[in-house]
């Protein structure tokens, strides 16, 4: 598990740097594949072509210094050797030809030929301690009268040529004399050029393989920048348009996001449809039931103010009858509530400066909440859209749960605006709501406020939502925060 984990890290997670690796990795094995045929189907087999010929020229000549002291006795061998010189020099392709006396305790040349091409820096003959150290070297083979061949690159930058040494045996099959051709190397050399190549290659493919990454990557992100916008519209209630992004899967993403949102739209539309009604359901049925106890509810009320008057004048009134118009009132004050919570609401927005509304609102209440401070702290132009008694209604709310959180409290409203809306914050530093009561806050019925029935908060969220925004409120060190915030389209 670990080790894939470690793999895994390895593996970029841009698209540029998934692209570029793909990319590389491909023109990486491309290129050791060409080297591989390369040095397999022309190198060796140049080197194998030229092994053989110049193991068939040793061969011949050694045959023909042989056979000269049969058929010829006396002869000049070394015409053998100019002869064959002579013919294979013009030919540019042998650089020394040499014959070396091993038999004495000092080895000595025979005969010895070295090229000479303008063309080229003029490459001097072996010297007598060179080849003797060639010789030592495979003086085993060379006694069994085996032909060795040296391997170039066994020896010094300078003496690096394609050589075959033939060994010529007495009658005694003793090491007589050694024969030694060397041959041009440049096509030795080729194998290090194709090296220095083949690493050239290897950086121009590093570069190219940025280059392609890169426009792929950017054409990628282009068009994804263009989806994430898309998906933006989705999010605003826009259905996107048709377009051609010239790849297929993105086309056939394009196409899907267009149908997700058609399918958005006409469940939006639905769960509306079903809310409206659901609205009007909650509004009739809240009518009817307010409409139907606030009927008997007058009735006792005006036929209890009645006893209680009587029961005045006889002296016989007491707390008993405090208490029950004190729970009628409560009673009516409810059904007050749930009836304004269940009427439907279609809000008229307006622009709302707020320092001059919380100016006027501050005023028009001021020995409404005696003991409650009220400081704003507004971002310039503090300007909103909103219904204006709607806004009036949920700062009530808002006000009054805050001043009766607390016999003191200091109440600070914030406002900032974004690019897609506003928000706008009631913080205050009264006593914490419990945590119980905080996650249904908003629920009718739920209040933490003694006497309270918890229907001012629903129908502030209520109200709020009519707008299109939302409200939220939280424990904060120090206080309680409410939190307004409104989507403008």
Request: proline share 4%; hydrophobic share 45%; glycine share 4%.
């Amino acid at each position: 598990m670990s080790q894939r984990m470690s793999v895994r890290r390895l593996i970029p997670t841009t698209i540029f740097g998934r692209i570029f690796v793909a990319i590389f990795f491909v023109a990486l094995l491309a290129v050791a594949l060409f080297w591989f045929w390369f040095n397999q189907r022309f190198y060796d087999s140049l080197d194998r072509e030229a092994e053989m010929r110049l193991q068939s020229m040793a061969r011949t000549l050694a045959e023909k210094l042989q056979t000269s002291d049969i058929d010829e006795p006396g002869a000049n061998k070394l015409a053998i050797l100019d002869s064959l010189w002579e013919f294979e020099k013009n030919g540019a392709w042998l650089q020394n030809l040499y014959w070396l006396d091993v038999s004495h305790d000092v080895p000595r040349f025979i005969a010895s030929y070295s090229a000479q091409n303008p063309d080229k820096v003029s490459i001097l003959p072996p010297t007598p301690e060179e080849i003797e150290d060639l010789v030592y070297a495979n003086i085993n083979e060379l006694e069994k009268g085996v032909v060795v061949m040296p391997d170039p690159f066994s020896a010094a930058d300078s003496r690096r040529y394609k050589i075959v040494l033939f060994p010529l045996l007495d009658q005694m099959q003793m090491l007589e004399s050694v024969i030694g051709i060397e041959a041009d190397q440049e096509y030795l050399q080729l194998a290090a050029s194709m090296r220095r190549f083949f690493m050239e290659m290897l950086a121009v493919s590093l570069f190219l393989s940025l280059i392609v990454a890169f426009i792929i990557a950017s054409n990628i992100s282009m068009k994804t920048s263009f989806l994430l916008a898309e998906l933006k519209s989705i999010e605003n209630d826009a259905i996107p348009q048709s377009a051609d992004l010239h790849l297929r899967e993105f086309n056939q993403i394009h196409a899907a996001m267009i149908s997700m949102a058609k399918e958005i739209m006409r469940k939006d539309e639905h769960l509306k449809e079903v809310f409206n009604r659901k609205l009007e359901e909650l509004a009739f049925t809240g009518a009817a039931v307010a409409h139907e106890i606030r009927n008997p509810l007058s009735a006792i009320e005006m036929h209890f103010g009645l006893l209680r008057r009587k029961l005045q004048k006889s002296d016989l009134a007491g707390s008993e009858t405090t208490e029950i118009a004190e729970q009628l009132l409560h009673l009516r004050k409810l059904v007050e509530s749930f009836l304004n919570y269940s009427r439907r609401v279609v809000p008229e927005r307006e622009r709302i400066d707020l320092n001059v509304f919380f100016d006027q609102f501050l005023k028009l209440r001021n020995g409404l909440w005696p003991s409650l401070e009220c400081i704003t702290d507004f971002e310039e132009p503090a300007v909103i859209l909103f219904d204006r008694t709607m806004f009036q209604q949920i700062c009530e709310n808002i006000f009054a749960n805050a001043f009766a959180a607390a016999e003191e409290i200091t109440l600070k409203i914030g406002f900032t605006r974004s690019e897609r809306g506003w928000s706008l914050n009631f913080a205050n530093d009264g006593p914490q709501i419990p945590l119980e009561i905080l996650e249904k806050l908003f629920t009718p019925f739920i209040t933490a406020k003694p006497g309270g029935n918890g229907i001012g908060l629903a129908l502030v969220r209520k109200l709020v939502e009519a707008n299109g925004g939302e409200i939220v409120c939280r424990n904060e060190p120090g206080g309680v925060v409410f939190t307004l915030e409104v989507e403008e389209k």
